[in-house]
T-cell receptor, first 115, second 113 residues
Framework: GDSVTQMEGPVTLSEEAFLTINCTYTATGYPSLFWYVQYPGEGLQLLLKATKADDKGSNKGFEATYRKETTSFHLEKGSVQVSDSAVYFCALTPNGSGNTGKLIFGQGTTLQVKP | GAVVSQHPSWVICKSGTSVKIECRSLDFQATTMFWYRQFPKQSLMLMATSNEGSKATYEQGVEKDKFLINHASLTLSTLTVTSAHPEDSSFYIC?????????FGPGTRLTVL
């Protein structure tokens, strides 16, 4: 079945460091891909998405490119801030159904940014 | 806008009792809501899809008689864990669909003693 694999955390970085969180997926057809962020005590929030191959999602300085050839959707940010400390989840919905349908999540990666 | 709330945020109960968790869409109507379960350091696992006015659709391996879902209105879905046991202790998260996007509640921590 469809699945998502994320790099294990926690990831600890100093402020202004470059961030990469790896995400790879297994799916049939053409899934839609998402990154969600969960700040302490809050619900998951959609960070960015991409619905077809080679699309780049971006938001708040974060970027991820849908790479069908490597089945990857790695999250990057050029310069992290303390306020970026959170748990990040990579997810997919099968066959491009948008995120109104069934979401399949990775295990989440905790990011801690130190001043 | 697009806020989803859950109540309670945490609950502790004795083994054998039932616990009800509410999920509300505060400023929009949601014909579809989802219930997820999250174990420590693991991903969210979809338990069931809740559709207003009809029976919920459960994922494989989820006991429908143990996890009762009621979606009685366009703003409220409830999950009742019946005869809870310690292995049901987990973090339960709901989400609601609106305008082509899915919005998540903050979750409910259930601890069964």
């Amino acid at each position: 079945g469809d699945s998502v694999t994320q790099m294990e955390g926690p990831v600890t970085l100093s402020e202004e460091a470059f961030l990469t969180i790896n995400c790879t997926y297994t799916a049939t057809g053409y899934p839609s891909l998402f990154w969600y962020v969960q700040y302490p005590g809050e619900g998951l929030q959609l960070l960015l998405k991409a619905t077809k191959a080679d699309d780049k999602g971006s938001n708040k300085g974060f970027e991820a490119t849908y790479r069908k050839e490597t089945t990857s959707f790695h999250l990057e940010k050029g310069s992290v801030q303390v306020s970026d400390s959170a748990v990040y989840f990579c997810a997919l919905t099968p066959n491009g159904s948008g995120n109104t349908g069934k979401l399949i999540f990775g295990q989440g990666t905790t990011l801690q940014v130190k001043p | 806008g697009a806020v989803v709330s859950q109540h309670p945020s945490w609950v502790i109960c004795k083994s054998g009792t039932s616990v009800k968790i509410e999920c509300r869409s505060l400023d929009f109507q949601a014909t579809t809501m989802f219930w997820y379960r999250q174990f420590p350091k693991q991903s969210l696992m979809l338990m069931a899809t809740s559709n207003e006015g009809s029976k919920a659709t459960y994922e494989q391996g989820v006991e429908k008689d143990k996890f009762l879902i009621n979606h009685a209105s366009l703003t409220l879905s409830t999950l009742t864990v019946t005869s809870a046991h310690p292995e049901d202790s987990s973090f339960y998260i709901c989400s609601a669909s609106s305008r082509g996007e899915q919005f998540f509640g903050p979750g409910t921590r259930l601890t069964v003693l």
